[in-house]
């Protein structure tokens, strides 16, 4: 499963948009949860591949991906061999068994893309994933989940045209699915059709609400620079998601109330986020920046800012210079010289030209011991 901690801190902007609509449908891949889907079938013609199934889809939930695949590979022969066997199958019990074991490719391409994304394997690459769900679709046409699992991954590729079709045919097949609405919500965005991208995620959410749906149409809204219909959307996301919370929503959810000037309630968001990944240097690094550059005024919010960006630079070891120059600089706004010029000496280690050619002036001043700007 995808790991909803934040690996970096991302500020919301427009150029950001396609990335944070993939982070959001990535984050909920198991949307494509095949459990569902293997509750509808009837085993009684093969009761062994039951026990199967249920086995690779305990070991998928599990995030035990190559153990997973290697009893798909079994389960796969097994099919086969049935197929060898069992020549006489009528045509209902040939399109039970082929239903059945549609799943089974379908489960081996989510698999793959894990054992591919997480590099646990260098056998494993994206064709691998459309190999199965190809034979997934042969054995099973008339099954939404597959077409838009397959949009996704042509989504990834950077194919939006393949994308677009894919999640169109899943539309056909379940009009009343949420899912593909969703998929092809996020395609339009993709292909910064925002108006198109709207309607396809209010009917997703008409549907059946999820956060994912609600994140992606406030995402929008922000791009749109409609804040208030953007916190609204992103607060219900958060809402949704209260189990499971995520820290992206609330570092959202922040910044949009940046945009608001609702200063207090960023903070308690940036908070929030910080609660949920406490080990994530970047998140903090934001409440820093938030605090130094929109409440430089409160010496209580700096010194915040100084801890936090302390905390930072030993979660990344000190060799974040982004990070240490901001450091030196919020020493600097306190008037603590002695700390300032520490920080900056340790940036001009740890720094690249260019790092330093960009900081120049502020470098200057931590180092010079120029008046701080809160005396």
Not at 187 to 205: F, G, N, P, V, Y
Request: glycine fraction near 2%.
């Amino acid at each position: 499963m995808l790991s909803l901690a934040i690996r970096t801190a991302f500020a919301i902007t427009i150029g950001a948009i396609s990335a944070q609509s993939s982070i959001a449908i990535t984050e909920n891949i198991r949307l494509f949860d095949p459990q569902e889907k293997l509750q509808e079938i009837n085993f009684s013609s093969i009761p062994k591949l039951e026990g199967q199934i249920k086995k690779i889809n305990k070991l998928y939930s599990e995030d035990r991906y190559l153990q997973a695949y290697d009893e798909i590979i079994f389960a796969i022969n097994h099919h086969q061999n049935i197929l060898k066997e069992k020549v006489d199958l009528s045509s209902e019990e040939l399109g039970s068994t082929n239903k059945m074991f549609s799943y089974v490719y379908f489960i081996k391409a989510l698999v793959i893309h894990e054992i591919y994304r997480d590099n646990l394997s260098k056998q494993h690459t994206p064709a691998d994933i459309f190999t199965s769900l190809n034979k997934a679709i042969n054995l099973n046409p008339n099954e939404s989940y597959f077409y838009a699992f397959k949009g996704l991954m042509h989504m990834f590729q950077g194919d939006l045209n393949e994308a677009m079709t894919d999640s169109s045919i899943a539309i056909h097949i379940s009009p009343r699915s949420n899912l593909p609405w969703l998929l092809r919500g996020i395609i339009w965005t993709s292909m910064d059709q925002l108006d198109l991208a709207i309607k396809d995620l209010d009917r997703a959410i008409k549907l059946a609400p999820c956060e994912t749906s609600y994140f992606v149409r406030g995402a929008l809204h922000i791009k749109l620079s409609e804040w208030k219909l953007a916190k609204n959307d992103v607060t219900s996301a958060i809402e949704a998601s209260i189990e499971n919370p995520s820290a992206t929503y609330y570092l959202t959810r922040a910044q949009i109330y940046t945009q608001l000037r609702e200063q207090e309630k960023a903070i308690r968001d940036y908070k929030s986020a910080i609660a949920i990944e406490p080990e994530d240097p970047g998140i903090k690094y934001m409440l820093a920046s938030f605090l130094s550059k929109e409440r430089p005024e409160h010496l209580e919010d700096l010194t915040q800012a100084a801890e936090l960006l302390r905390e930072s630079c030993e979660l990344t070891q000190w060799i974040r210079g982004d990070y240490v120059i901001e450091l030196a600089y919020i020493h600097h706004k306190l008037g603590n010289s002695k700390e300032s010029q520490l920080h900056a000496n340790k940036f001009i280690k740890i720094a690249t030209d260019e790092e330093k050619e960009r900081s120049k002036k502020i470098l200057a001043e931590c180092l010079n011991g120029t008046q701080s700007l809160t005396k």
